[in-house]
């Protein structure tokens, strides 16, 4: 495989499993992770670097990260958890406000300053309307709302004096599968990458062993870029958008996505694995013949 891409070496950073020593997180390119720690969750989480990957991508690659529920909110489509994921250490900070607070609250209360009663009741009253700020999720909708009417204004009148000059390959309506399968083909060749070299690091060639399962991924890479260019093929080459057109699209993004959730699973066992003693050997072996299996059946129903 050629050098990889900044966006792939990314995608590759978000999806492999976490390394733990000494209670502490690590990601795939050794770099301590901070841990995040709201009132209801403790964890550690891999937050995306800066443009490398657009929105669409760091929700799929990342989707418990502040960066995903920022983009939800913005989008509309957020929720109080993703609020609490960007304000995280928002509830002790207030707790530790209020907690002093109230030990100045007591001696101006029983002095009875009324001009140091109306001071705190309104240095109470504040952070009860920055609450009632961040925590309705239409306020971070709204600038991006105005944003996207600005810009289907501008398209809009450019419509008017421009016409189309270049026509794409294949039906419009077809179109939508191409970028999905594309995001397949870039997250399939990370999968690949990091089972590659798990597979390397648990069974050191030369071992029977090894080869089965380099001729196991050798299988699967075929199988899925078979699946992939004979879905391209079809997106570019029709000539009627029917309902065979598309379940036969359909189908075979299906099978791609079932080789992938295949070398995933084998990928966290082997993680498993490598950390564990050999008594664990079978769970990997038993991955082994699933992933042939699947191999098999996908083969049966192209008809190869």
């Given at each position: ?179 999905r399968i594309h ?79 295949q070398i995933e ?27 042939e299996n699947l ?10």
């Amino acid at each position: 495989m050629s050098g990889e891409t900044p966006k792939s070496s990314e995608i590759k950073r978000l999806t492999t499993p976490l390394t733990f020593k000494n209670s502490k997180a690590y990601d795939s390119n050794g770099e301590l992770l901070k841990c995040s720690e709201t009132l209801s969750d403790v964890r550690f989480i891999v937050e995306p670097r800066d443009n490398i990957l657009n929105e669409n991508e760091i929700l799929q690659y990342a989707p418990k990260s502040k960066s995903s529920s920022k983009i939800r909110l913005k989008r509309g489509v957020g929720s109080i958890e993703d609020v609490l994921l960007i304000h995280e250490s928002l509830p002790w900070v207030l707790g530790l406000f209020y907690v002093v607070l109230f030990c100045i609250a007591v001696p101006v209360f029983f002095s009875k300053n009324i001009v140091g009663m109306y001071i705190l009741l309104v240095l109470a009253v504040l952070p009860l309307l920055y609450l009632y700020y961040i925590f309705n999720l239409k306020n971070y909708s709204k600038d991006t709302s105005n944003k996207v009417n600005k810009k289907r204004v501008k398209a809009s009148q450019k419509t008017e004096v421009e016409t189309p000059v270049k026509e794409d390959m294949g039906l419009e309506s077809l179109k939508k599968y191409e970028k999905r399968i594309h995001d397949l083909n870039v997250l399939f060749d990370v999968k690949e990458k990091v089972v590659r070299e798990l597979i390397q690091k648990r069974f050191e060639p030369p071992q029977i062993t090894f080869d089965k399962f380099i001729s196991a991924i050798d299988n699967c890479h075929k199988l899925f870029y078979a699946q992939s260019d004979a879905a391209l093929n079809i997106i570019n080459m029709a000539v009627e958008d029917t309902p065979r057109v598309e379940n036969e699209i359909r189908n075979k993004i299906y099978a791609m996505k079932k080789i992938i959730n295949q070398i995933e699973e084998l990928t966290n066992e082997l993680v498993i694995n490598i950390s564990s003693s050999d008594e664990s050997d079978q769970e990997v072996k038993n991955l082994l013949e699933d992933m042939e299996n699947l191999v098999d059946s996908v083969k049966d129903y192209d008809g190869d």
